[in-house]
């Protein structure tokens, strides 16, 4: 177990190197670059710029020096929200993103595994039918056309939620259920599939011929062999919904990280852009790490090496 | 009950996920505002001399002010800093006579020292101010703020010395002053070395950053320094007494009031600048302003806080207590806000409702486009054939119906234009161009030997993606087909990489726009002179320069505006750029909301609203009657 962590650590630092690497480069092939304006810059001044922020060296130079930087745990300052560090960014769009994101979770795994279950014991049935279209149409719609529907029903109609903003528990149930929707529908499919497929099990005829009831069969001996499928469909998940999301939190205008990620790089803003791309790589790598501890934890036949 | 290791493993992760969600969303309920609207992007800083959108100009103008102001109706300057001033009669030298009640957030008073010291940080080239230019009509403040490039021998110069690494970032360096024997290129490095004669002896100069200062040697016979530069003294700005201010000009300025009223010149607290350094400075908790308002908090891309300012000389005539800036960067979330009463103005509607809600019958009494001075335009790349042509920029200009450009693609009444100068500045005469005539841009085509467009290069539109800039271009893509024959293709890219495509000339045409950061034509026409930083056309007109050059040293406004205009004239008949449409503001405001005014620049200072909610005849906004 230890060994496992272990070298999963020190994959997980190859990793961040090659994707810093990447995006380092990619970043500054793109044309165009954070000073550029509309009003154009006085060559000495933007000079003095360039020297500011490094960017009159060598591209090696450059690298060097910010690859230093992020050992040092230094992201540098933000070059368009100059008011700010990266970091402080990160403090304080993070929580919030977080906070939806977990929220969102939760609707979607409670909502989608009773779906999932259901589906699957009344197989065949009406309900399983319409549980399952559901869930393709929640695959199916993009987030912002459930935001749309959403804000124009619960808003507008049926003034419910208010339509946009952040700050209390009513403002967060209409980015939150949007967020998770999609999620849900998909765990509720896989949860189905994984269902159906332990229900047909040996251990499980076994414990129904032993006389136990049918609510514990299935909550107990079936359900914790069906949810294998859906943690490792979560791990990845979690890291894209707890980063946040750019749609979501552009239309309810929630002050997390998910617009900050598309605008960073749109704006050339370099430090900004580097900081937030480690960032979802970490936690990328920590939630798929994390969800390969759990199956030793849920499934007894699972070693880790 | 033994307790089952896994469980408890579930239900603790359950209770972490609702403690986050609690400690995320409690204790951060927030007493309403008295004013809300939507500030669009989150903004870039606070700090006056460093911003130039239109986002950071409402919340600047909001805890700053300078010597000036501008009347929120009529954009007039009036006193604020200054409580009056004398022009002396060749109108280069204005003598400010600061108002003693003017104070500092912290309490001390506002001087004339503290302009002084923001002039001086404004235009230090390592301020790095990108708008420093509004002031060059200063005397001698463009060669201040050109640094090491704006001195010749013989000048009296400033070195700036270099301090340790760790010293704060915002302070300088100990100066010396001295007279410019001669600058001196090192070979191979590009670098320059200065000879200052200082106290009677010339020393040698080499100009480096604090970093390479402190760890190494200079040469020997050689100084560090951080920079060379004109002697401050020289620029046109003194210090009579803490509440005097003299301010002497480069050449007649007819709006030079106007620009110590805009917020790039407005002065900042040299203890708070130097104490904390930057950014660090700009922190609500460390943030010492001057203005109407000060900054409770700041939360990024959710909303800044204002609330009055106690210390403000103005302040009861300041109504609104607490005000909140919401940084809502879509257009839709802002109207969503509006329509459910959460904010009480927005900027803009998103276009595709604009046109819906000005249909609404009876007519809405939160809506009332207004012309403002802004154009939309196209430029033409003459360094590249054929739109060096004139007689092709001048049939593609004929070609073009803007009319059908402004009824079926814009939705707010914009008005189709044939000149670069809006109307509404007064005194002035817009020049326009040739109206539409499809059969003499056929014929002018046919003549630069393109009959029935045969011939004529797949040349491509450039704009930034966006749908309104996207649905103009096809427009005019077809117009072009339909009336010249010629192919024309279609190219967007997003902002960085357009704007960078622009300034290194790798267009055909391309869209552009410009919004007046003044009420006179020079804000729009001066920016095509010869190695124009704006004009990325490659045109020029020695006698377009010279009218200009007149323009900025002429005394009387009637005559400086006969040459502005006489410029414009030849700028209308070379058509470097096509003139498309005049912007019109798209406020949406609440009835309740006073002291709200349409406006030329579509400026809305804080200071001057207040909320009356018995009010129930139309608001000032609603009482300038839009154009037909």
Redesign the interface.
């Known amino acids: 177990m230890i060994a496992f962590c272990f070298r999963r650590l020190l994959w997980m630092a190859l990793t961040l190197w090659i994707v810093f690497t990447i995006s380092f480069f990619l970043m500054r092939a793109?044309?165009?670059?954070?000073f550029?304006?509309?009003?154009?810059?006085?060559p000495?001044?933007e000079k003095?710029?360039m020297?500011?922020y490094n960017l009159d060296k060598g591209l090696g130079e450059q690298y060097r020096i910010e690859l230093g930087n992020y050992l040092s745990g230094d992201f540098g300052?933000s070059f368009?929200?100059?008011?700010?560090t990266v970091n402080?960014?990160i403090a304080?769009?993070l929580?919030?993103s977080?906070?939806l994101g977990?929220?969102a979770?939760?609707l979607a795994v409670s909502f989608g595994l009773l779906a999932g279950i259901v589906s699957a014991v009344f197989r065949g049935s009406w309900g399983d039918f319409s549980l399952m279209l559901i869930a393709t149409i929640g695959i199916a719609l993009p987030n912002f056309v459930i935001a749309g529907i959403c804000?124009v029903l619960f808003?507008?109609l049926i003034?419910l939620f208010?339509?946009?903003?952040?700050?209390?528990?009513n403002q967060?149930v209409l980015p939150a259920f949007c967020l998770g929707a999609p999620y849900a529908a998909y765990v509720a499919r896989i949860a189905r599939t994984s269902m159906l497929d332990v229900l047909s099990q040996d251990h499980i005829r076994t414990a129904r011929a032993k006389g136990v009831s049918p609510l514990r069969v299935v909550l107990v001996h079936a359900l914790r062999g069906a949810l294998l499928p859906v943690v490792s469909f979560l791990g990845p998940a979690v890291a894209g919904i707890l980063t946040g999301s750019l749609v979501v939190e552009?239309?309810?205008?929630i002050?997390?990280l998910g617009?900050?990620f598309v605008?960073a790089a749109?704006?050339?803003d370099y430090t900004l852009a580097m900081g937030l791309v480690m960032l979802y790589t970490v936690l990328l790598y920590t939630m798929n790490w994390l969800v390969d501890m759990s199956y030793a934890?849920?499934d007894p036949r699972v070693r880790l090496e | 009950m033994p307790v089952n290791p896994r469980t408890l493993i579930g239900w603790s992760m359950l209770g972490v996920l609702l403690a986050s969600i609690a400690w995320a969303t409690l204790g951060t309920s927030l007493p309403p505002a008295d004013f809300t609207f939507i500030n669009g992007t989150e903004i870039k800083s606070v700090d006056p001399a460093i911003v130039n959108g239109s986002p950071e100009q409402r919340i600047v103008t909001a805890i700053f002010e300078g010597l000036t102001r501008w009347h929120p109706e009529t954009l007039e300057p009036i006193p604020a800093l200054a409580e009056s001033w004398e022009i002396s009669e060749d109108q280069l030298t204005y003598t400010f006579h600061m108002r003693e009640a003017a104070r500092w957030s912290d309490g001390s008073p506002v001087t004339a020292h503290d302009i002084l010291y923001s002039m001086r940080r404004f235009l230090g080239p390592r301020t790095v101010a990108e708008y420093a230019y509004q002031a060059w009509y200063l005397k001698n403040a463009r060669r201040y703020s050109l640094g090491g490039r704006g001195i010749a021998p013989g000048d009296k110069v400033e070195v700036e010395l270099n301090l340790p690494v760790d010293a704060i970032n915002t302070l300088r360096g100990e100066l010396l002053h001295g007279k410019l024997v001669s600058i001196e290129e090192i070979a191979d490095t590009g670098e320059r070395e200065f000879v200052v004669e200082v106290d009677g002896s010339e020393q040698r100069f080499r100009p480096t950053d604090d970093q390479d200062a402190a760890s190494n040697d200079p040469p020997t016979g050689i100084g560090w320094c951080r920079q060379v530069l004109l002697d401050f003294r020289e620029v046109g700005i003194e210090v009579i007494d803490p509440l005097t201010l003299r301010m002497t000009l480069e050449a007649p300025t007819p709006f030079f009031l106007k620009l110590t009223g805009y917020y790039p010149l407005f002065p900042v607290n040299q203890k708070c600048v130097e104490t904390y350094g930057s950014p660090l400075w700009t922190k609500p908790e460390n943030l010492v302003t001057n203005g109407p308002f000060g900054i409770e908090f700041r939360r990024i891309r959710d909303r800044i806080r204002l609330v009055r300012s106690e210390t403000y000389w103005n302040r009861d005539e300041v109504k609104l207590g607490v005000v909140d800036a919401l940084a809502v960067d879509s257009y839709t979330t802002g109207l969503n806000l509006f329509l459910t009463g959460m904010a009480d103005w927005i900027v803009t509607p998103p276009p595709a409702a604009l046109r819906i809600l000005l249909k609404e019958d009876p007519p809405r009494n939160d809506l009332n486009p207004t012309p403002f001075l802004g154009v939309y335009y196209y430029m033409l790349n003459t360094n590249r054939k054929p739109l060096d042509d004139l007689r092709v920029r001048k049939a593609l200009s004929l070609a073009l119906d803007r009319e059908e450009i402004t009824t079926k693609i814009m939705s707010a009444g914009e008005t189709p234009c044939l000149s670069l100068v809006p109307p509404g500045i007064e005194g002035y005469e817009t020049q326009e161009s040739f109206e539409e005539n499809p059969a003499e841009a056929r014929r002018l085509l046919a003549e630069a030997g393109f009959p029935e467009g045969k011939g004529f290069p797949r040349l491509d539109i450039l704009y930034n993606t966006s749908e309104a800039h996207q649905a103009i271009a096809e427009l005019i893509r077809k117009q072009w087909q339909r009336e010249l024959g010629i192919s024309i293709k279609t190219r967007n890219e997003e902002w960085a990489s357009y704007l960078s495509s622009q300034r290194q000339m790798q267009y055909n045409v391309s869209r552009r726009a410009w919004i007046g950061d003044y009420t006179d034509p020079n804000t729009f026409l001066d920016m095509f002179v010869t190695e124009g930083e704006q004009n990325n056309t490659g045109w020029s007109s020695e006698e377009y320069d010279r009218l200009i050059r007149e323009a900025g040293h002429e005394f009387d406004p009637d005559k400086r505006f006969r040459l502005l205009e006489k410029a414009e004239r030849i700028l209308m008949d070379e058509l470097p750029i096509l003139p498309i449409y005049f912007y019109v503001s798209k406020n949406m405001v609440k009835p309740y909301v006073r002291g709200f005014y349409n406006n030329i620049q579509d400026v809305h200072p804080l200071w001057a609203i207040w909320i009356d909610r018995e009010n129930d005849g139309p608001n000032e906004f609603m009482k300038v009657k839009a154009r037909p």
Do not use: N
């Open positions: 793109v044309p165009g670059g954070p550029d304006s509309e009003r154009a810059l006085e000495e001044i003095l710029l020297k500011r300052h368009k929200l100059t008011d700010y402080e960014v304080e769009g929580p919030v977080m906070a977990l929220f979770l939760l804000i808003a507008f003034p208010p339509p946009a903003g952040w700050g209390s528990i967060l552009q239309v309810f205008a002050p997390g617009s900050h605008q749109t704006q050339r934890v849920l």
